[in-house]
């Protein structure tokens, strides 16, 4: 199974083995290397500033979003991996709908060109196996649902490995992706919704967009701990997006905390680009978890 998360500013895609995909049995799946991306600029056409280089890598293509050969690109290297056991058939997560007609498009052509039987699963909120208990649940980013169902189960595979009697507890999940989203999981596995904030190239491209003299800062320009104060005009920028980011992950998950949870000591999942940037500033139990909604993905769908 080849499995694709659409994002606003960019798609990542990679094959997957499921570990007893039952997630009450400790399920999970390991996702392959390589982890292969396209990536775009969300707003980059509307800024009126030279753009960062990207850096690109043999497993990662940068395009405008509407540039059909990338999508051929990623087909054509997706179907090629070694490892994926012959099995063709995409499980497609997307919040973003051009995106997803384009990759769609350039799946059928390779499928037509090369003679195999391709099927594309788009997954939406009532194949991820997990109950949402938000007003509008088909309106909730498919990504936040992927990355809970894969929270909830590492959270209770973590806790069956420590040998702990009662694997059922809540957890914070935080996804640094394009947007940032802090959920709450409750300890039944209910997803009962969260936070959007920016993300950092968001951040970064609006600030951009949104004044005369501010560069447009590459999102690789946020490190781990930025000079304070700022020196110069980008040194600023970036020591105020990380504080946006890091702080205001903080301050909700130590909300959630205090108001949902009480006296426990509710465990923090983290995953997404900019998510180790996080990492070491929310208190214990925290843990980083690489490709969160690939996992989420691989455990869901119609068999």
């Known amino acids: 199974m080849i499995l694709v998360d659409i994002g606003n500013s960019g798609l990542r895609a990679a094959t997957s083995s499921?570990?007893?995909?039952?997630?009450?049995?400790?399920?999970?799946?390991?996702?392959?290397?390589?982890?292969?991306?396209?990536?775009?600029?969300?707003?980059?056409?509307?800024i009126g500033k030279q753009r960062p280089d990207p850096s690109h890598s043999e497993n990662r293509r940068w395009i405008q979003i509407d540039d059909d050969q990338g999508y051929d690109w990623?087909?054509?290297?997706?179907?090629?991996?070694?490892?994926?056991?012959?099995?063709?058939?995409?499980?497609?997560?997307?919040?973003?709908?051009?995106?997803?007609?384009r990759l769609l498009r350039a799946i059928d052509k390779h499928s037509k060109k090369s003679g195999e039987s391709i099927v594309a699963q788009v997954v939406d909120y009532t194949d991820v196996g997990i109950e949402l208990q938000v007003e509008r649940p088909e309106k909730v980013g498919i990504d936040r649902i992927l990355a809970a169902r894969a929270a909830v189960a590492w959270n209770t595979r973590r806790k069956?490995?420590?040998?702990?009697?009662?694997?059922?507890?809540?957890?914070?999940?935080?996804?640094?992706?394009?947007?940032?989203?802090?959920?709450?999981?409750?300890?039944?596995?209910?997803?009962?919704?969260?936070?959007?904030?920016?993300?950092?190239?968001?951040?970064?491209?609006?600030?951009?967009?949104?004044?005369?003299?501010?560069?447009?800062?590459?999102?690789?320009?946020?490190?781990?701990?930025?000079?304070?104060?700022?020196?110069?005009?980008?040194?600023a920028i970036a020591a105020g997006v990380h504080a946006?980011?890091?702080?205001?992950?903080?301050?909700?998950?130590?909300?959630?905390?205090?108001?949902?949870?009480?006296?426990?000591?509710?465990?923090?999942?983290?995953?997404?680009?900019?998510g180790r940037l996080v990492r070491e500033h929310i208190a214990a139990p925290a843990s980083y978890v690489e490709n969160l909604v690939l996992v989420g993905l691989a455990l869901s769908g119609k068999p």
């Open 18 to 46: 499921c570990e007893h995909p039952i997630e009450s049995d400790g399920g999970w799946a390991k996702i392959q290397s390589p982890v292969l991306k396209l990536s775009w600029s969300s707003i980059g056409q509307q």
């Open 74 to 101: 990623l087909v054509h290297q997706t179907t090629s991996l070694p490892h994926r056991n012959g099995d063709a058939n995409f499980r497609i997560a997307s919040v973003n709908r051009n995106a997803l007609d």
């Open 160 to 235: 069956k490995a420590n040998s702990q009697d009662n694997p059922a507890t809540p957890v914070i999940v935080v996804q640094a992706g394009t947007a940032l989203t802090v959920d709450w999981v409750d300890q039944h596995g209910c997803f009962q919704g969260g936070s959007i904030l920016p993300g950092v190239g968001l951040a970064l491209q609006y600030l951009a967009a949104g004044t005369d003299q501010l560069p447009w800062l590459p999102t690789d320009s946020i490190d781990r701990l930025p000079r304070l104060p700022g020196k110069n005009t980008e040194e």
């Open 244 to 274: 946006s980011l890091v702080g205001g992950v903080r301050y909700l998950v130590q909300r959630y905390r205090k108001e949902i949870g009480g006296k426990a000591r509710v465990p923090v999942v983290i995953s997404g680009g900019d």
